[in-house]
C-alpha cells in the first residue's frame, strides 16, 4: 500500500513539475514527504536501500505524470493558447505573495534592509529573462530539437537547470524551462516518444533517446550536484537569492505569452467574451498557487 502512494504522490509531483508556475517541490511539501525527498537524495550513497525504496516508486510516479499529462499540455498549447498561456500567467504569480514574505523573512533572518544589491540583483533577472525571451522564436516545436553535438549539450544543460529548480519550494522548473524557449518542444519530444514506444517504432525511439538521455543526465547531474549549490546560496545568501527568483518570476509572464505566441488567436470578433474567460481562468490558477503556498506554510510551521 505504501508502494502504491508513493507511487501517487510521484505522479501528482509529475504533473506538478510539467505546469509552468507551479512547483513540484512545493506539491512534495504539501504531501509532506519533502524532508523524506531531500534525505533520500542526500543520503543515497550512504543509505541505499532506504532511499531506493523512497526514490523509486516515487520516481516512477513521477515519470508516469510527466509523460500522461504531456499530452494535455500539448493540446491546450495548440488548441488553446490564449487560455492555457493566461492560466500559466495566472499560476505564476499566484505564487509571489508566498515569495515576497519568503523575501522579507531572508531579510530579517540576517537582520538586513532592501538595498541596492538586491534591486539590482532583481533589476538584472527581469532584464535578463525579457531579453532572452526576446532573443527566442516564439511558439518553437520538437522539429528545432535536431541531434547534434551542440544540442546533447544544450539538452544537458537544460536537465541540470530544470531538475535544480524544480526540487525548490516556490520555483517551477517547468517555467525556466519556458523562459528558456524550449518547454513546449521538451513537451513534444516527450509526447513523441511514448508515441513511437506504442507502436514499437524502434528507429523513432532511437532518435528520440539521442535526445532525451543526455537531458535525463541533466537531470541527474543537477539533482544531485547543483542543488548542492542552490542549497549554499539559501543558506548564506537568502535575501539576495530571493531577489533573483523575485526578478525572474515578475518578468515571467511575458516570456510565457511571447513564447506561447497566445494572442494569434484572438480575432476581434470574439475578442471581449474570449477576455473574459482568459481572466477569470486567470484569476482561478492564481488562487490554486497561492493555496498552495498557503498550504505550504501551514505544513511547515
Given at each position: 500500500?505504501?508502494?502504491?502512494?508513493?507511487?501517487?504522490?510521484?505522479?501528482?509531483?509529475?504533473?506538478?513539475?510539467?505546469?509552468?508556475?507551479?512547483?513540484?517541490g512545493?506539491?512534495?511539501?504539501s504531501?509532506?514527504?519533502?524532508?523524506?525527498l531531500?534525505?533520500?537524495?542526500?543520503?543515497?550513497?550512504?543509505?541505499?536501500k532506504?532511499?531506493?525504496?523512497?526514490?523509486?516508486?516515487?520516481?516512477?510516479?513521477?515519470?508516469?505524470?510527466v509523460?500522461?499529462?504531456?499530452?494535455?499540455?500539448?493540446?491546450?498549447?495548440?488548441e488553446?493558447?490564449?487560455?492555457?498561456a493566461?492560466?500559466?500567467?495566472?499560476?505564476?504569480?499566484?505564487?509571489l505573495?508566498?515569495?515576497?514574505?519568503?523575501?522579507?523573512?531572508?531579510?530579517?533572518?540576517?537582520?538586513?534592509?532592501?538595498?541596492?544589491?538586491?534591486?539590482?540583483?532583481?533589476?538584472?533577472?527581469?532584464?535578463?529573462?525579457?531579453?532572452?525571451?526576446?532573443?527566442?522564436?516564439?511558439?518553437?516545436?520538437?522539429?528545432?530539437?535536431?541531434?547534434s553535438?551542440?544540442?546533447?549539450?544544450?539538452?544537458?544543460?537544460?536537465?541540470?537547470?530544470?531538475?535544480?529548480?524544480?526540487?525548490?519550494?516556490?520555483?517551477?522548473?517547468s517555467?525556466?524551462?519556458?523562459v528558456?524557449?524550449?518547454?513546449?518542444?521538451?513537451?513534444?519530444?516527450?509526447?513523441?516518444?511514448?508515441?513511437?514506444?506504442?507502436?514499437?517504432?524502434?528507429?523513432g525511439?532511437?532518435?528520440?533517446?539521442?535526445?532525451?538521455?543526455?537531458?535525463?543526465?541533466?537531470?541527474?547531474?543537477?539533482?544531485?550536484?547543483?542543488?548542492?549549490?542552490l542549497?549554499?546560496?539559501?543558506?548564506?545568501f537568502?535575501?539576495?537569492t530571493?531577489?533573483?527568483?523575485?526578478?525572474?518570476v515578475?518578468?515571467?509572464p511575458?516570456?510565457?505569452?511571447?513564447?506561447?505566441?497566445?494572442f494569434s488567436s484572438l480575432?476581434?470578433?470574439?475578442m471581449?467574451?474570449?477576455?473574459?474567460?482568459?481572466?477569470?481562468?486567470m484569476?482561478?490558477?492564481?488562487?490554486?498557487t497561492?493555496?498552495?503556498?498557503?498550504?505550504e506554510?501551514k505544513?511547515t510551521?
Amino acid at each position: 500500500m505504501k508502494l502504491l502512494w508513493l507511487v501517487f504522490n510521484g505522479m501528482l509531483i509529475g504533473v506538478s513539475n510539467i505546469i509552468p508556475g507551479v512547483s513540484g517541490g512545493t506539491m512534495a511539501v504539501s504531501l509532506g514527504i519533502y524532508d523524506d525527498l531531500i534525505f533520500s537524495i542526500t543520503h543515497l550513497m550512504r543509505n541505499k536501500k532506504r532511499s531506493a525504496r523512497f526514490l523509486l516508486p516515487l520516481g516512477v510516479g513521477i515519470i508516469v505524470g510527466v509523460l500522461f499529462f504531456s499530452y494535455a499540455i500539448e493540446f491546450l498549447l495548440s488548441e488553446f493558447p490564449f487560455f492555457t498561456a493566461l492560466i500559466f500567467v495566472g499560476l505564476i504569480i499566484g505564487g509571489l505573495p508566498i515569495l515576497n514574505q519568503e523575501f522579507k523573512q531572508s531579510l530579517r533572518k540576517k537582520n538586513e534592509k532592501v538595498s541596492l544589491k538586491h534591486v539590482l540583483v532583481f533589476l538584472f533577472f527581469v532584464i535578463f529573462i525579457i531579453g532572452f525571451s526576446l532573443m527566442q522564436e516564439p511558439a518553437m516545436d520538437s522539429s528545432s530539437l535536431v541531434f547534434s553535438f551542440s544540442m546533447v549539450l544544450i539538452m544537458f544543460v537544460l536537465g541540470v537547470i530544470a531538475s535544480a529548480t524544480m526540487i525548490i519550494p516556490g520555483v517551477s522548473g517547468s517555467l525556466v524551462l519556458m523562459v528558456l524557449g524550449y518547454y513546449y518542444p521538451l513537451i513534444q519530444l516527450l509526447n513523441l516518444f511514448f508515441k513511437n514506444s506504442l507502436t514499437f517504432n524502434w528507429v523513432g525511439i532511437f532518435e528520440n533517446l539521442l535526445l532525451i538521455f543526455p537531458f535525463g543526465i541533466g537531470v541527474i547531474v543537477g539533482v544531485f550536484v547543483i542543488s548542492k549549490l542552490l542549497e549554499f546560496l539559501f543558506l548564506n545568501f537568502p535575501s539576495i537569492t530571493y531577489s533573483g527568483i523575485l526578478g525572474l518570476v515578475i518578468a515571467s509572464p511575458f516570456s510565457v505569452l511571447y513564447n506561447t505566441d497566445a494572442f494569434s488567436s484572438l480575432s476581434s470578433e470574439n475578442m471581449g467574451p474570449t477576455l473574459l474567460v482568459g481572466i477569470a481562468l486567470m484569476a482561478l490558477s492564481f488562487y490554486i498557487t497561492f493555496y498552495l503556498g498557503k498550504l505550504e506554510d501551514k505544513i511547515t510551521e
